[in-house]
């Protein structure tokens, strides 16, 4: 199951918002954060008063109507700052604390504000900030010089808290239709679309929006998903086509069904999909190959592509079945007994060693010496292996080597009852697909034949998948996990790496890809995952290798190799890990 | 304190209950009158709950003993004490935890100078005395430890000490258990045990209940601030319930305490940092517990706002 992780501070912002609306089973579609990373109290007790005093599914409606506009962040705050006057009226009654915790939110914004650079200024939308400084200002007492037209903004947006959700919506509506000219995507504007009610309750769980209260911007952040066909608006107001409907009947036709929930998946691309990421998508698919479209050729060939694939790697399997075999025997041996080695022994009671507290009055009362522990001769091991295969086009003429190695691999692990699982990733039209040959509690290692390589790699995306799925596997972070990458050090995507401020977008490709893969294997091995790398192939990329996985890499011919090789690799990661 | 804790009767009364129950409450004290009026409870809080009032008593007044069920600050304690006020029965209580055991609550032997004697435990005085024992968290103690109890709560009512004579227990004498299921170290009640007592589930106490709790504690609050109080603490009891924080919090005694602190002079964020907020130790719930006091009560209120006509 793949669960959001907040942040602490997210956490307390949840908390926040959970006290105002009165119940803590909710998933608000914003949390409001201070520059610092703070929770802002107001704004969250304001985020769960509308959960408390509005129906959510017409304001998710509302919000998506407006999600593909690249002014986004700027509409956000003209409609929360309309829906602030509401609330306040709606809830002051039940909880006067509200006009002080209105005044002091009030007091901090006019200190940010007149502390503001001028950059800091340029960079705001003058309309916006305007009506910010107006209404705070009002708040402490004080009215604003304003223009006939902000002035009349400026009232529209004091919603009365005797309004319904319809009314305030339909007041907020007009306010962004007459003053941004906006154009909605729910079919009242441009019958484009119409969004659902059924649509707009699934909208209300997963659209995430973050506000950081910067300078004057509500700044969408960990942005989550807009509905399908529909673009994203990243931080700068770029416009990325993220998700054509077309890409995913693609994807869907060649890859089968997600092997995770569209909630799970939406989690899993709001989390990765971020930074140099951004401009990706993810998807988790099974071996088994999805069902295409008559009506689709491209992904019919794909499929028979496959199918003739599946049949050459199984092909060649049997052909160096002897190698195989002994291969298997020789690694499980080796495997063995490192694993025999690296299994941590259990205490047993003995006259020296740790002290056990509980045991020590035995000592005293019954001169029993036996009221130490020490290391013991029986054993506890629990290890996961992960294998990642790199199954871009790079690896066209690997594949069939690739596939009898990995079967090598995972046939030997198994039999010395490691569960093992073999995840093959490439990217495709801006997807990156990871496909699960075979899972940790198969037996069967069939499902490793039908590897193909095909499209780009982007593997400083897949690598953080995979370690965000080997974590959600074992919450309790209790086993050891090794994670084995079989790549060409080759990092390549069509995808772009999006530019910081004004700077441009940069490709995928040659130090900037290198770069973020390395970034992501550190994080894996932060996060106690050992990552190994086992290269195949021509020798081009060497120094990539070495830069990405530091020194603990080694190369791999043949099938002959393989055992020493990995044998040599596990034994290394493992005792280095436990100091021994 | 309660002012109005003088005549018991006008209590239940006051709670609404049946006149038949009440006259049969007056009975009770009449037949059994008072052995040791000192030990008689005065109790500082009144219970509310006409419902729990009804079944509390209809079970003591048919002979049986009381096992009272429910989470932190559902008044459990309050009720016992206020049940031994009403019925005038003098009390006993007895707080289990791990270690307790038969002598604990029957008694020991003791050298008196002269001679080895038996000592009597509270469970023993209780039960020649014709008192009320409230055994506090019950289920605190081992099991086995409390099946010295079972010949003394159920039919047999007898006290039976191997070597010493056989105590009757007084026709008056009532056992209350209180307990808490999930505390840290609470354990399952075992049905031979279970099965001695009526099982009272105490409801969580409700806004109406709060504010009558608050109006007799506190005559002279004022009422939107009294009102904010109650709403604070329900929010700390559905924060807990959704185990966004612990139990710690969710302090009703704090909370009056606190209230009496700002009549001292303390500020309410000062008062309630005392009561509430500090009473959990991990640095991270302090915060949010801090913000849910947050959104009810200004750090900087004063004794001036809480009680404007002192």
């Known amino acids: 199951m793949i669960t959001r992780q907040y942040t602490t501070a997210q956490k307390r912002a949840l908390s926040q918002v959970g006290n105002g609306a009165g119940r803590y089973d909710i998933n608000p579609p914003f949390l409001a954060l201070t520059p610092a990373g703070e929770p802002e109290l107001y704004l969250n007790t304001l985020i769960g008063l509308s959960i408390r005093w509005l129906d959510q599914t017409a304001l998710a409606a509302f919000f998506a109507s407006y999600g593909d506009d690249p002014r986004q962040q700027d509409l956000d705050v003209i409609v929360w700052l309309g829906l602030e006057n509401c609330l306040y009226e709606k809830e002051l009654p039940h909880r006067p604390i509200l006009s002080k915790m209105r005044r002091d939110y009030a007091a901090k914004f006019r200190g940010s504000a007149n502390n503001l650079s001028r950059q800091q200024m340029m960079a705001m939308s003058a309309q916006v900030f305007t009506q910010r400084k107006a209404r705070w200002e009002h708040v402490l007492g004080k009215e604003s010089t304003l223009l006939p037209g ?69 700044v969408r952040n960990g942005d989550s998903n807009a509905p399908a066909g529909k673009s994203r608006v990243l931080e700068r107001g770029r416009r990325v086509q993220v998700q054509d409907e077309r890409d995913g009947a693609y994807i869907r036709g060649i890859f089968g069904k997600p092997l995770y929930t569209d909630h799970e998946m939406d989690i899993l691309n709001n989390e990765l999909c971020q930074g140099d990421d951004a401009y990706c998508h993810l998807y988790i698919a099974g071996s088994r190959p999805g069902e295409g479209s008559e009506s689709d050729r491209e992904v019919a060939k794909v499929l028979a592509d496959m199918e003739a694939q599946e049949k050459k790697n199984k092909a060649f399997y049997e052909k160096n079945a002897l190698a195989a075999a002994s ?171 999006p530019g910081e401020g004004t700077h441009l977008d940069e490709e995928y490709e040659g130090a900037a890809a290198v770069r973020d893969t390395a970034d992501a294997v550190h994080d894996l091995r932060k996060k106690k995952i050992r990552t190994l790398a086992l290269y195949l192939g021509s020798t081009a990329h060497v120094d990539n290798l070495h830069l990405i996985y530091g020194n603990t890499d080694t190369a791999v011919r043949n099938l002959e190799t393989l055992s020493s090789r990995v044998a040599d690799l596990l034994s290394g990661a493992l005792t280095q890990a436990d100091g021994t | 304190m309660n002012e109005t804790m003088t005549d018991p009767m006008s209590i239940l009364r006051e709670e609404g209950l049946d006149e038949t129950l009440i006259s049969d409450a007056a009975a009770f004290r009449k037949e059994h009158g008072a052995a040791d009026a000192d030990r008689i409870p005065v109790p500082r809080f009144f219970y509310y709950g006409k419902d729990i009032w009804r079944k509390a008593l209809a079970a003591l007044l048919e002979g049986e003993n ?202 309410a964020g000062e008062a309630l940092e005392m009561t509430i907020t500090d009473k959990t130790f991990d640095s991270y719930e302090r915060k949010l517990v801090h913000d849910v006091i947050a959104a009810r009560i200004p750090e900087d209120m004063t004794a001036k706002e809480v009680f404007p006509n002192a």
């Open chain 1, 327 to 497: 291969g298997i025997r020789s690694l499980a041996a080796q495997l063995d007994t490192i694993l025999a080695t690296y299994a941590s022994p259990l205490p047993e009671r003995s006259v020296s060693g740790r002290l056990e507290a509980p045991l020590a009055y035995r000592l005293a009362l019954f001169q029993d010496p036996m009221v130490f522990t020490r290391p013991g001769d029986e054993t506890e091991k629990h290890i996961r292996i992960d294998l990642l295969l790199d199954a871009s086009a790079s690896r066209l003429r690997a594949q069939e080597m690739i596939a009898a190695q990995t079967v090598v691999l995972a046939k030997s692990l198994l039999s010395v009852h490691v569960p093992v699982r073999v995840l093959a990733f490439r990217s495709l039209r801006g997807y990156t697909v990871l496909q699960c040959l075979k899972g940790y509690e198969e037996k069967d290692t069939s499902g490793i034949f039908r590897y193909f390589a095909s499209g780009w790699n982007r593997d400083s995306l897949a690598l953080k998948t995979v370690g965000r799925l080997i974590l959600s596997d074992d919450p309790s972070e209790e086993d050891a996990h090794v994670l084995f990458v079989l790549t060409d050090a080759n990092p390549d995507d069509s995808t772009h790496i």
């Open chain 2, 66 to 267: 009381l096992l009272l069920a429910g989470p932190k600050a559902t008044g459990k304690n309050v009720l016992a004490e206020n049940l031994a006020y009403v019925l005038g029965r003098p009390c006993y209580t007895v707080s289990f935890h791990l270690n307790v055991d038969a002598a604990t609550l029957i008694g020991a032997d003791t050298y008196n100078g002269r001679e080895v004697v038996f000592r009597d435990g509270p469970v023993t005085r209780c039960a020649k005395e014709g008192g009320f024992c409230v055994l506090d968290e019950i289920n605190m103690a081992k099991n086995e430890a409390l099946a010295v109890l079972h010949s003394v709560l159920d039919y047999r009512r007898v006290i039976d000490l191997p070597g010493y004579e056989r105590i009757e227990v007084d026709p008056a004498c009532r056992f209350i258990g209180t307990m808490n299921y999930g505390y840290a170290g609470t354990r399952e009640l075992n049905e031979a045990l279970c099965s001695r007592f009526a099982l009272l589930q105490m409801p969580v106490i409700g806004q109406e209940e709060l504010t009558k709790l608050f109006d007799h504690t506190f005559p002279d609050m004022n009422r939107d601030v009294r009102d904010q109080f109650g709403a604070l603490f329900l929010d700390l009891e559905k924060k807990a319930e959704h185990a966004d924080i612990s139990e710690k919090a969710v302090d009703l005694r704090g909370l009056l305490d606190a209230i009496r602190m700002i009549r001292r002079g303390l500020t």
């Open chain 1, 150 to 218: 902000e002035r009349k903004l400026f009232g529209e947006l004091m919603v009365p808290g005797s309004f319904t959700t319809d009314e305030v919506i339909e007041r907020l509506r007009n306010v962004l239709a007459t003053s941004f000219h906006v154009r909605f995507h729910d079919g009242t504007d441009d019958g484009k679309r119409r969004i659902t009610p059924r649509m707009a309750d699934v909208l209300s769980k997963i659209l995430y929006r973050e506000t950081r209260q910067r300078d004057s911007l509500l």
